[in-house]
């Protein structure tokens, strides 16, 4: 199995970008295609972008296209997400998530492992 664990998370102001990244441990990270997924309170958890264990295919939510970026990088074993002209309705907690397969999953059932979470909070 893999661990992760996010960071990156913090209170920032309306058009802010932060870096969110999530740390693997344990077995290969390269087999893994990664996913990033957020919730915020009294709500689901929704998904916001995945990469495939390559990194060659990526996939957003509508709401965040253009303004997220995943990336992993292989040889660090960490997947980041690069979040931009942030808005109120971005705020939540930010998790990533692992999935044993070359291509990622949209809904949460689709991943095996889960980091703690990071808090992003926007203020208009």
């Known amino acids: 199995q893999v661990q992760l664990v996010e960071s990156g998370g913090g209170l920032v102001q309306a058009g802010d970008s932060l870096r969110l990244s999530c740390a693997a441990s344990?077995?290969?990270?390269?087999?893994?295609?990664m996913g990033w997924f957020r919730q915020a309170p009294g709500m689901e958890r929704e998904f916001v972008a995945a990469?495939?264990?390559?990194?060659?295919?990526?996939y957003y939510a509508d709401s965040v296209l253009g303004r997220f970026t995943i990336s992993r990088d292989n040889a660090k074993n960490t997947v980041y997400l690069q979040v931009s002209s942030l808005k109120p309705e971005d705020t939540a907690v930010y998790y990533c998530?692992?999935?044993?397969?070359?291509?990622?999953?949209?809904?949460?059932?689709?991943?095996?492992?889960w980091g703690q979470g990071t808090q992003v909070t926007v203020s208009s």
């Open positions: 998530a692992a999935r044993p397969a070359p291509y990622y999953g949209t809904y949460y059932t689709a991943y095996d492992y």
């Open positions: 344990g077995r290969t990270f390269s087999l893994y295609a």
């Open positions: 990469i495939s264990r390559s990194g060659g295919s990526t």
